[in-house]
């Protein structure tokens, strides 16, 4: 491209993320509606990271409308949402949902199949892939909104005062394991690597970076295979026998240690990289997950559904959703959150591509997206979330020995895909 189109384009792109920036004359998210207005209730769990960005969204399309206005209550972490909404009290209108819980919502009649709502343009932007996900016998019950994978976030800053120079080639675990200990050598009071393991998602995504063999295959989970067992212990010498990772500490503290300039390396998921880049005070790396033996990596999606709570604002419900899916609103999520863009015609646009070779962390998770596997599984996930991270507590805070306790969730997951073939 010559350098004149180039800085076009450039400059083209900046106007239009610029745009969104520039507040509509809508409602702050706290006034009440005005007389005669319909009011929709969205539930969701977009917490920290990315809250600002969608109640942006939320008031500009409120800013469009005379009259009916979107209010976005947020409900907490996922499984609080989904709680909820499975307690039937007080219904939203609008919710945005993992795509690994939306097969519960329809098992229990709470959303409302929107196949006829959906307009044919936007089943042919999304790629077919991802519809498979938010459909049952046919009906489709969500459209998929946004997917994010598992990514490593390095700290440049201490890889050089470690000696190190910064790539953006991935490496397996056993390359990275020498970096570890060349931080922690060469840097006072910083810890080397943070490791979640809070949600199966993050399990599944470590394991299998670790052991390059899929371990959530055929909607079953297998857990007490010889190399997983190996993948936790070597997590587990991390921790108490190497002294590289922080013993004991949530999602958000580790977060909040590598906006400290504390820690070298956090794997964390690809929506919270526009957050981590604008708070951290040093120049941002990230690589993708190791991949032996070419792995796919594990996606995590949202989607968006409707619930039964009112068939007379339905229709009015669903012109938010398509507002939300937008070419527009769908390239302000991803140049906003780092989730890659959904819509065909967005990541293929000339301005993107331009931008990426600006903004270069953002091609991991768009990388990510084209190559992962979704997870979905037809099981009751709040149970066996709960088997997991049970397990994950006992080897990585009691310390007990990995080979017995995957022993044991093995048994118990069997129980649960035992149950859910007999429905």
């Given at each position: 491209m010559h350098r004149k189109q180039k800085y076009i384009v450039i400059i083209s792109i900046c106007a239009l993320l610029l745009g969104f920036l520039i507040p509509y004359p809508s409602l702050p998210m706290g006034q009440k509606k005005k007389e005669g207005q319909e009011e929709l209730k969205f539930w969701h769990s977009i917490g920290t990271h990315n809250k600002e960005v969608l109640g942006e969204l939320i008031n500009s399309f409120n800013g469009l409308q005379k009259q009916t206005i979107v209010r976005g209550v947020f409900e907490g972490n996922d499984e609080d949402l989904y709680i909820k909404l499975l307690s039937r009290e007080n219904l939203p209108d609008i919710v945005l949902i993992p795509v690994h819980l939306l097969p519960g919502l329809v098992r229990e009649n709470l959303v409302v199949n929107l196949s006829s709502y959906i307009p044919q343009k936007i089943r042919e932007e999304i790629a077919i892939r991802y519809w498979e996900f938010v459909t049952f016998e046919d009906r489709?019950?969500?459209?998929?909104?946004?997917?994010?994978?598992?990514?490593?976030?390095?700290?440049?800053?201490?890889?050089?005062?470690?000696?190190?120079?910064?790539?953006?080639?991935?490496?397996?675990?056993?390359k990275i394991f020498p970096i570890l200990t060349k931080i922690q050598a060469n840097t006072e009071g910083k810890w080397a690597i943070f490791i979640p393991m809070e949600t199966t998602t993050q399990f599944i995504s470590f394991v299998e970076s670790y052991t390059g063999q899929l371990i959530y295959r055929d909607e079953h989970l297998i857990v007490n295979?010889?190399?997983?067992?190996?993948?936790?212990?070597?997590?587990?010498?991390?921790?108490?026998?190497?002294?590289?990772?922080?013993?004991?500490?949530?999602?958000?503290?580790?977060?909040?240690?590598?906006?400290?300039?504390?820690?070298?390396?956090?794997?964390?998921?690809?929506?919270?990289?526009?957050?981590?880049?604008?708070?951290?005070?040093?120049?941002?790396?990230?690589?993708?997950?190791?991949?032996?033996?070419?792995?796919?990596?594990?996606?995590?999606?949202?989607?968006?559904?409707?619930?039964?709570?009112?068939?007379?604002?339905?229709?009015?419900?669903?012109?938010?959703?398509?507002?939300?899916?937008?070419?527009?609103?769908?390239?302000?999520?991803?140049?906003?959150?780092?989730?890659?863009?959904?819509?065909?015609?967005?990541?293929?646009?000339?301005?993107?591509?331009?931008?990426?070779?600006?903004?270069?962390?953002?091609?991991?998770?768009?990388?990510?997206?084209?190559?992962?596997?979704?997870?979905?599984?037809r099981v009751d996930y709040i149970t066996l979330n709960k088997i997991i991270k049970t397990a994950l507590e006992r080897i990585m805070i009691n310390r007990e020995e990995p080979a017995a306790v995957l022993t044991d969730t093995q048994g118990q997951i069997d129980t649960l895909w035992l149950t859910a073939q007999s429905r």
């Amino acid at each position: 491209m010559h350098r004149k189109q180039k800085y076009i384009v450039i400059i083209s792109i900046c106007a239009l993320l610029l745009g969104f920036l520039i507040p509509y004359p809508s409602l702050p998210m706290g006034q009440k509606k005005k007389e005669g207005q319909e009011e929709l209730k969205f539930w969701h769990s977009i917490g920290t990271h990315n809250k600002e960005v969608l109640g942006e969204l939320i008031n500009s399309f409120n800013g469009l409308q005379k009259q009916t206005i979107v209010r976005g209550v947020f409900e907490g972490n996922d499984e609080d949402l989904y709680i909820k909404l499975l307690s039937r009290e007080n219904l939203p209108d609008i919710v945005l949902i993992p795509v690994h819980l939306l097969p519960g919502l329809v098992r229990e009649n709470l959303v409302v199949n929107l196949s006829s709502y959906i307009p044919q343009k936007i089943r042919e932007e999304i790629a077919i892939r991802y519809w498979e996900f938010v459909t049952f016998e046919d009906r489709t019950y969500g459209i998929p909104f946004s997917f994010s994978s598992q990514i490593i976030f390095v700290n440049q800053n201490l890889l050089r005062i470690a000696g190190l120079r910064y790539t953006g080639e991935s490496l397996s675990w056993e390359k990275i394991f020498p970096i570890l200990t060349k931080i922690q050598a060469n840097t006072e009071g910083k810890w080397a690597i943070f490791i979640p393991m809070e949600t199966t998602t993050q399990f599944i995504s470590f394991v299998e970076s670790y052991t390059g063999q899929l371990i959530y295959r055929d909607e079953h989970l297998i857990v007490n295979d010889k190399k997983t067992i190996e993948a936790m212990s070597y997590l587990q010498q991390l921790v108490y026998s190497h002294s590289l990772m922080p013993p004991r500490i949530t999602m958000q503290e580790g977060e909040q240690l590598f906006l400290s300039g504390k820690l070298g390396m956090m794997i964390a998921p690809s929506s919270m990289l526009v957050y981590t880049q604008s708070n951290l005070p040093y120049s941002l790396g990230v690589w993708h997950m190791p991949a032996p033996g070419g792995i796919k990596p594990l996606i995590t999606g949202l989607c968006l559904a409707l619930i039964k709570s009112n068939t007379k604002r339905e229709k009015e419900a669903f012109a938010f959703l398509e507002y939300l899916l937008s070419s527009e609103n769908i390239l302000k999520w991803h140049t906003h959150t780092g989730d890659p863009a959904i819509r065909m015609d967005v990541k293929n646009s000339l301005d993107l591509l331009v931008f990426y070779e600006e903004n270069p962390n953002y091609t991991t998770p768009v990388i990510d997206l084209e190559r992962g596997r979704v997870f979905n599984p037809r099981v009751d996930y709040i149970t066996l979330n709960k088997i997991i991270k049970t397990a994950l507590e006992r080897i990585m805070i009691n310390r007990e020995e990995p080979a017995a306790v995957l022993t044991d969730t093995q048994g118990q997951i069997d129980t649960l895909w035992l149950t859910a073939q007999s429905r």
